[in-house]
């Protein structure tokens, strides 16, 4: 098997820095946990901010550092632009899903991918690139993975080694052009609270982007809207040997809630693309009082109102069937589709597109089917577009990364840190707000 190329020299002069930054970023459990007392959700995370802000004032980054939620902030001066530029930022999250297990990663480098199904020495874990069909673009690629038994955590720590060995790298090189750049690494953005504490006057930034996509070349600027239900049954319990004509169990209700719902359609498993769903995922409870928890995700708000009311007419119907039982239903807000916001600033992706080009890529537009950190910080008033990072089966023992695209990705920040300095990027941050 031949070795791949790189997407450009530059890629590939930047290759061995990064693998070398992301396996020792990989090896810190920075798993995050929700119901959160406290920022970051677990002291791992602050553990890799201390690093990485070590390793920033080593590449010469003098203000690197960690605040007292977890967040490392850094910044580097522009070159190559008349001060009073634009100000940009590169934002990826330190912490990993809980999902899967995170403590004791023992990254894997699979040189030169020859096609066939590699099998991972824990657990019996394979990658079959019949199963993973992404795979097989990669052939003589370098992937790396973790041992079988963790996740390997290119989500985002792909998005963290990008950006490190980019600024590492402009930070070296007095000759490439940049703008005024901020850095952020948040930390609990598995748990949707990445933003919740991001210091956006602070940050000051015309526009940034989340360096957390997925395949070679993605350009997200679309995520889904999204609502998480909680609907609590009240039954009537007795005791079940005493229990005729009196007992109203709220657990079997529940179930026929859940039971009842559209499983054909708006599930996750039977829609794609810009299908929305709901999704049932956790269900608890006793006869007396049982809980359901699902979900609710669209790219279209007025549609996940009409999912969200579809979920509560069902539930209603169920219960109300059932007059001794009753039913609380709250809905609690998680994220909004960020298109419109980064509609009203088409200059944060015309520039990604640029930066991507400049690299060799045809930009890839498509919509996520999720959240990112961009989905609350672009409503929060910071557009945010995400660009891909090179890694896949992201939050499962399977996930994997390619080097050559994960240095796609930091020669794509390089790429795009030049054409902030392009005089029509400098003008229209100058007609836009804040610069
Ligand atoms: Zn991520």
Not at 160 to 174: E, T
Not at 193 to 218: H, K, M, N, P, V
Not at 356 to 369: K, S, T
């Amino acid at each position: 098997m031949a070795p791949a190329p790189y997407t450009s020299a530059l890629a590939e002069s930047l290759a061995p820095d990064l693998l070398d930054r992301f396996q020792r970023y990989v090896r810190v459990d920075t798993q995050s946990r929700p119901q959160r007392t406290g920022s970051p959700s677990t002291p791992g995370q602050l553990d890799l901010g201390r690093l990485l802000v070590s390793e920033l004032h080593e590449a010469g980054i003098a203000d690197a550092f960690l605040d007292d939620n977890g967040y490392v902030v850094a910044s580097l001066h522009p070159v190559g632009v008349e001060s009073g530029g634009p100000t940009i930022g590169l934002i990826a999250h330190m912490d990993t899903s809980p999902a899967a297990p995170g403590k004791g990663v023992e990254p894997l480098v699979h040189r030169e991918w020859d096609g066939g199904v590699i099998e991972l020495p824990r657990e019996g874990t394979r990658l079959d690139p019949a199963a993973m069909p992404e795979m097989n673009a990669k052939l003589g690629h370098d992937l790396v993975t973790g041992s079988g038994d963790t996740l390997l955590g290119a989500d985002d720590k792909a998005g963290v080694a990008a950006i490190m060995a980019a600024v590492a790298r402009l930070a070296a090189d007095p000759q490439l052009p940049r703008p005024h750049l901020r850095i952020a690494f948040t930390p609990d953005e598995e748990i949707g609270l990445g933003a919740s504490l991001f210091d956006i006057e602070r940050f000051g930034a015309l526009c940034a982007y989340t360096i957390d996509g997925s395949e070679l070349g993605q350009l997200q600027d679309e995520t889904f809207s999204a609502v998480e239900v909680t609907l609590t049954v009240h039954g009537v319990d007795v005791h079940p040997g005493y229990a005729t004509d009196k007992l109203v169990s709220a657990l079997r209700l529940a179930a026929r809630i859940i039971a009842a719902l559209p499983a054909d359609t708006l599930a996750p498993e039977t829609t794609s693309g810009r299908e929305g769903f709901i999704h049932p995922y956790s269900i608890s409870g006793t006869p007396g009082q049982a809980q359901v928890t699902a979900i609710v995700r669209d790219f279209d708000d007025e549609r996940l109102e009409r999912h969200v009311a579809l979920l509560k007419r069902t539930a209603a119907d169920v219960v109300g069937a059932e007059p001794r039982a009753s039913l609380e239903f709250d809905v609690k807000p998680q994220y909004r589709n960020m298109r419109r916001h980064l509609d009203a600033a088409p200059y944060a992706t015309d520039a990604a597109e640029e930066a991507m080009r400049a690299e060799g890529l045809d930009p890839i537009r498509v919509p996520i089917r999720g959240g990112t950190d961009g989905s609350l910080l672009s409503e929060m008033g910071l557009p945010t577009p995400n660009i891909f990072t090179g890694g896949h089966e992201f939050h499962s023992v399977r996930e994997w990364a390619s080097v050559q695209d994960m240095a796609a990705s930091a020669a794509t920040i390089i790429r795009l840190a030049e054409v902030w300095t392009r005089p029509q990027f400098v003008a229209a941050a100058a007609n836009n707000g804040r610069s």
